[in-house]
């Protein structure tokens, strides 16, 4: 049995994203699965290399965040890519390096 190596606690949560992809000003859309504190679970029509940098704005739930919904920009790498497509989409997951929360409108 693989032992679960999360941090923090995942949430099921169904955004839309616009995932930036490294420097190099090349974004893809996804759409999340879960999220957390620590980092989240996206599909995305675009494959994203194991180790690529990534950033994204998310919007962490009330579960997350002591019954506010916080909107932040995280940068991240990818830690994993799932082996089955779901729905033809790549499941990728990333591990935030940091997160700052963006002002509310």
């Known amino acids: 049995m693989e032992r679960d ?8 949560v169904q955004q839309g994203l616009t995932i930036n992809l490294g420097n190099g000003g ?3 859309t996804a759409v ?5 504190p620590g980092g989240a679970l996206f599909y995305c029509d675009r494959f994203v290399s ?3 940098e990534v950033s994204l704005v998310v919007v962490l739930p009330l579960e997350l965040t002591q019954g ?3 909107q932040v920009w995280c ?10 497509l779901r729905e033809g989409k790549f499941g990728i997951a990333v591990e935030f390096l940091s997160i700052q929360a963006l002002p509310s409108a």
């Open 5 to 12: 190596r999360r941090r923090s606690k995942r949430v099921p």
């Open 26 to 28: 090349c974004v893809a």
């Open 32 to 36: 999340s699965d879960n999220v957390s």
């Open 50 to 52: 194991p180790g690529s």
């Open 68 to 70: 506010i919904a916080v």
């Open 75 to 84: 940068s991240g790498k990818v830690r994993r890519v799932e082996k089955e």
